[in-house]
């Protein structure tokens, strides 16, 4: 079952509460209790979470960079798809060529700092140092869709490359929950 102490980000003063339904999903998507959750980010449209925010320090104190984290695994499927078809590699070569959309990268990352320091400075912690690379690679690379796209659904029309992945993957929601919802629902495959 989830940990208390990581529901609300590792349990310190003043951060959101979660509701403890939305937890024990988030821990059937991720098969494991989720660390430094702070809030549900965004829902997928069956209605369960599908991005949450995480403390940028876990409850030891340990950086924690990733801020939005994806966590349907029928999303993260898609998504990696989308990665093992070289669309990454075709995003970093357009960044290099492509100013205003290397100064778009670069507003979403400061956009995604800008809320984790925020987070941070919610939780009562000292921001992660500056030369912490933000998430996905930003501001120069793109090295992972994943977090790109959590932090578009968390954060809309902020992640360029976020939006361009969004838009190429399926309704991974269409065939209903990723995961049961309720205590009498067999599991998915079952």
């Given at each position: 079952?989830?940990?208390?102490?990581?529901?609300?980000?590792?349990?310190?003063?003043?951060?959101?509460?979660?509701?403890?339904?939305?937890?024990?999903?988030?821990?059937?998507?991720?098969?494991?209790?989720?660390?430094?959750?702070?809030?549900?980010?965004?829902?997928?449209?069956?209605?369960?979470?599908?991005?949450?925010?995480?403390?940028?320090?876990?409850?030891?104190?340990?950086?924690?960079?990733?801020?939005?984290?994806?966590?349907?695994?029928?999303?993260?499927?898609?998504?990696?798809?989308?990665?093992?078809?070289?669309?990454?590699?075709?995003?970093?070569?357009?960044?290099?060529?492509?100013?205003?959309?290397?100064?778009?990268?670069?507003?979403?990352?400061?956009?995604?700092?800008?809320?984790?320091?925020?987070?941070?400075?919610?939780?009562?912690?000292?921001?992660?140092?500056?030369?912490?690379?933000?998430?996905?690679?930003?501001?120069?690379?793109?090295?992972?869709?994943?977090?790109?796209?959590?932090?578009?659904?968390?954060?809309?029309?902020?992640?360029?490359?976020?939006?361009?992945?969004?838009?190429?993957?399926?309704?991974?929601?269409?065939?209903?929950?990723?995961?049961?919802?309720?205590?009498?629902?067999?599991?998915e495959g079952a």
């Amino acid at each position: 079952m989830v940990d208390p102490a990581d529901t609300a980000a590792g349990g310190r003063e003043g951060a959101p509460e979660v509701d403890p339904a939305d937890a024990a999903v988030v821990e059937r998507q991720l098969g494991r209790p989720p660390r430094g959750l702070r809030a549900v980010a965004h829902r997928c449209p069956c209605g369960l979470p599908d991005v949450v925010e995480t403390s940028p320090r876990l409850a030891d104190g340990s950086p924690f960079p990733t801020l939005f984290y994806l966590t349907c695994p029928r999303a993260a499927s898609a998504i990696g798809t989308l990665e093992s078809s070289g669309l990454m590699k075709r995003m970093q070569a357009r960044l290099a060529e492509d100013p205003a959309l290397a100064e778009a990268y670069a507003k979403a990352h400061a956009a995604y700092v800008e809320r984790r320091d925020q987070a941070a400075a919610e939780d009562g912690l000292e921001p992660l140092p500056r030369d912490m690379q933000s998430a996905g690679g930003m501001p120069d690379r793109v090295k992972c869709l994943h977090a790109l796209v959590g932090h578009e659904l968390a954060m809309p029309g902020t992640n360029p490359f976020g939006r361009e992945a969004l838009d190429a993957l399926p309704e991974w929601w269409s065939d209903g929950p990723c995961v049961p919802t309720g205590p009498d629902e067999p599991e998915e495959g079952a």
